[in-house]
C-alpha cells in the first residue's frame, strides 16, 4: 500500500500562485510515476499533469501549461505541483495518484494504483 496526502489547497485570488504537496508513505514512493488530477463540482475528473518517477519527464494537460509545473523529492517522498497566474476555472478539488504502469504522455486515470484525499482550491475573481 502507498499511502498519499495533499496540501497546501485554499483560496486565493484571480492571477494568485498555490503550491500543493503530496507525501507518500508506505512503499517505495520513487518507482512510481505521479499525476495530479483535479475535479470541479458536476464534472468530470480532469487530467493535470504527470511526472516520471526519476522526475526526468512531464506532462501537461493544455488548459494548464505554461502555468502549472510539477516536480518531486523523492528523498521526502513527496510531489509538488505549483500553480501559477490561477484563474476561477482552475477551481476544484485536487488530488494526487501514484501509477507504476503510468510514463508521461498519458493522460488516463485508470492506470493509477493509489490516490490521495484531495484538498480544495478555490481561485476567486
Known amino acids: 500500500q502507498l499511502q498519499l496526502v495533499e496540501s497546501g489547497g485554499g483560496l486565493v485570488q484571480a492571477g494568485g500562485s498555490l503550491r500543493l504537496s503530496c507525501v507518500a508513505s508506505g512503499r517505495t514512493f520513487s518507482s512510481y510515476a505521479m499525476g495530479w488530477f483535479r475535479q470541479a463540482p458536476g464534472r468530470e475528473r480532469e487530467f493535470v499533469g504527470v511526472?516520471?518517477?526519476?522526475?526526468?519527464?512531464?506532462d501537461y494537460a493544455d488548459s494548464v501549461k505554461g502555468r502549472f509545473t510539477i516536480s518531486r523529492d523523492n528523498a521526502k517522498n513527496t510531489v509538488y505541483l505549483q500553480m501559477n497566474s490561477l484563474k476561477p476555472e482552475d477551481t476544484a478539488v485536487y488530488s494526487c495518484?501514484?501509477?507504476?504502469?503510468?510514463?508521461?504522455?498519458?493522460?488516463?486515470?485508470?492506470?493509477?494504483?493509489?490516490w490521495g484525499q484531495g484538498t480544495q482550491v478555490t481561485v476567486s475573481s
Open positions: 495518484a501514484a501509477g507504476s504502469g503510468v510514463i508521461p504522455g498519458y493522460s488516463g486515470s485508470d492506470r493509477y494504483d493509489y
Open positions: 511526472i516520471s518517477w526519476t522526475g526526468s519527464s512531464t
